[in-house]
C-alpha cells in the first residue's frame, strides 16, 4: 500500500511559477511510475505529466502537449518525493492536481494504469 499527500498548490497570478510535491509512504518508492493529472471544475481529470526511474541517473519522463516547455517533472527517490515545477502559468492551467503511482510498468498517460492516488491539491492562477 502507498499513500500519496500532495502539497505546494496556491494561488498565484498568470506567468507566475508553483513547484507542487508529492511524498510517498513505503520503502520502493523508486519502484514506481509516478504521474501528475489535473481536474479543472466541470471537467474530466486529465494527463499533466509522468515519470519513470530507470536506474543510475536515467528518468523518462512524459508530458501532456498543453504543458510542454512550462512544466517539469522530477523525482527524488532518497526522499519518496516526485515533484511538479510549474513555470509560465496560464488561467487554463487552474484544477486539482492529483499524484499518482503505477506499482507495474512504465509511467503512463492512462488513469487506469495507476494504482494509487493523493487527495489533490488546488492550483488557482488569475488573469
Known amino acids: 500500500q502507498v499513500q500519496l499527500v500532495e502539497s505546494g498548490g496556491g494561488l498565484v497570478q498568470a506567468g507566475g511559477s508553483l513547484r507542487l510535491s508529492c511524498a510517498a509512504s513505503?520503502?520502493?518508492?523508486?519502484?514506481?511510475?509516478m504521474g501528475w493529472f489535473r481536474q479543472a471544475p466541470g471537467k474530466e481529470r486529465d494527463f499533466v505529466a509522468s515519470?519513470?526511474?530507470?536506474?543510475?541517473?536515467?528518468?523518462?519522463?512524459d508530458y501532456a502537449d498543453s504543458v510542454k516547455g512550462r512544466f517539469t517533472i522530477s523525482r527524488d527517490n532518497a526522499k519518496n518525493t516526485v515533484y511538479l515545477q510549474m513555470n509560465s502559468l496560464k488561467p487554463e492551467d487552474t484544477a486539482v492536481y492529483y499524484c499518482a503511482a503505477r506499482q507495474f510498468g512504465n509511467a503512463a498517460s492512462r488513469q487506469s494504469e495507476y494504482n494509487y492516488w493523493g487527495q489533490g491539491t488546488q492550483v488557482t492562477v488569475s488573469s
Open positions: 513505503g520503502r520502493t518508492f523508486s519502484r514506481y511510475a
Open positions: 515519470i519513470t526511474w530507470s536506474g543510475g541517473n536515467t528518468y523518462y519522463a
